[in-house]
């Protein structure tokens, strides 16, 4: 059944490893129909968090279960904290005490932090299983699920450890949505518009009009979460390992992970609001270099407090963050090549370019306007 010409998906290009990401109502209630044509296993686990199992577990369960599916549970506390390596090895041996073999599959249910850990594991057990992910986040049905990337986090930075595994398929079930919290629908929405600033000046003023689908869980929420994840999805497939193009994905993102680091991961910001500042500050640095006009920059900013996304530095600034802090959490990336800061500079709306020549006096000094009061 459910033939893909049916349903509303794009499809991620990528010689060997293509797969289609769908976007729909009912994957995760009808998990097994959807499934059944990528996996010849009668074994299945499910990975999953807390929060997500409460809300989604007993749903994807019994439509596996009333086609006879084997279903192994495997919930993990909810948030950022369980993203390391130990995570992993318990996850492994848990599958492996239960019997879990080469061709069965690995399903992920829940936000970027399941999907990220799900994928890794999926991509070492047994030296690499199957993998379908049902990502229940705005932030991972726009931007996680897509393009593969999969990993942990280690004492010394983000994503440390991981693989590039992509899946069988991704099931992007938007009524999931409907139990997330502003707060995470705002982080997420960070990374959606982030994707009209990098490639699609059109989708910006789209959202500029109509960011309400999104807050509101209204019928065109498909169209605009497929828009910007396509958006995502061509700069996967023009660059799937990130030598180039697909950087420009990481807009605002120095600055965020920077922001990120100095507030140590402590859960006072999520990721997606640390973005929002990032984006900003990459407008101004911009703005101040000549690639965008004073007007780009307030509409953005006018854009973003219309959507009450954060934009304004300050908000974080708890004695522990100035300009020279910043910089140095940027040196200290363990991301930087040689000494080298990697910045995505806008140019205007809907265009980028990769730059690693901005200087830190420049930085120094869009940080130090934007702590000013
Ligand atoms: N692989 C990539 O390319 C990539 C890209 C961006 C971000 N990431 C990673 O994604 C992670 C962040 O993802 P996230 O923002 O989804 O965080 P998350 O997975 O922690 O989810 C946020 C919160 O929402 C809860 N939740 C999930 N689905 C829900 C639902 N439908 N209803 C109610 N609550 C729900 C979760 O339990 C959690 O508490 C980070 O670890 C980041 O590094 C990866
Ligand atoms: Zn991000």
């Not at 996680?144 to 942990?152: A, D, L, N, R």
């Not at 200290?332 to 265009?351: L, M, R």
Request: glycine content about 6%; hydrophobic content about 40%.
């Amino acid at each position: 059944m459910n033939s893909n010409a049916e349903m509303d998906f794009i499809k991620i290009n990528l010689e060997s490893e293509s797969y289609k990401i769908f976007f729909g109502k009912d994957y995760i209630e009808n998990s097994a129909n959807y499934i059944r044509e990528f996996t010849k296993t009668n074994k299945i686990a499910i990975i999953t968090d807390e929060n997500t199992a409460n809300l989604y577990l007993n749903k994807i369960s019994r439509s596996l279960l009333e086609s006879k599916y084997e279903v192994i549970h495997i919930i993990l506390k909810s948030g950022e904290k369980i993203k390391n390596i130990s995570s992993v090895e318990n996850v492994i041996n848990t599958l492996l005490e239960k019997r879990f073999e080469r061709d069965d599959l690995i399903i992920g249910l829940g936000g970027g932090v399941i999907g990220d850990l799900a994928g890794f594991i999926a991509s070492i057990i047994h030296r690499g299983v199957n993998f379908i992910n049902f990502p229940t986040t705005l932030l991972a049905q726009v931007d996680s699920s897509i393009g593969g990337k999969t990993g942990v986090n280690t004492k010394y930075g983000k994503n440390l450890i991981g693989s590039f595994k992509q899946p069988l398929a991704v099931f992007s079930d938007t009524s999931s949505l409907s139990t997330l919290p502003v707060r995470e629908i705002k982080a997420g929405y960070s990374e959606l518009v982030k994707h009209a600033l990098i490639k699609d000046n059109e989708l910006f003023m789209w959202l500029c009009e109509n960011w309400n689908v999104i807050f509101n869980q209204e019928e065109e929420i498909i169209k605009a979460i497929k828009w910007s994840s396509n958006i995502k999805a061509t700069l996967v497939q023009e660059d799937v390992r990130e030598r180039g193009s697909r950087a420009l994905l990481n807009l605002g993102h120095t600055y965020a992970h920077a922001i990120e680091s100095l507030l140590k991961y402590d859960g006072t910001i999520l990721h997606g609001e640390a973005v929002s500042v990032g984006i900003i500050l990459a407008y101004k640095t911009s703005y101040l270099l000549g690639y965008s006009k004073k007007d780009e920059l307030n509409k953005i900013i006018e854009h973003f407090n219309d959507v009450g996304l954060i934009t304004d530095l300050r908000k974080f600034n708890k004695d522990n963050i100035d300009s020279d802090m910043l910089l140095n959490a940027m040196n200290n990336d363990k991301k930087v090549k040689s000494g080298q800061k990697t910045f995505i500079i806008p140019e205007g709306i809907g265009k980028a370019f990769i730059s690693n020549k901005i200087n830190d006096e420049i930085i120094k000094s869009i940080v130090d306007t934007a702590l000013a009061s």
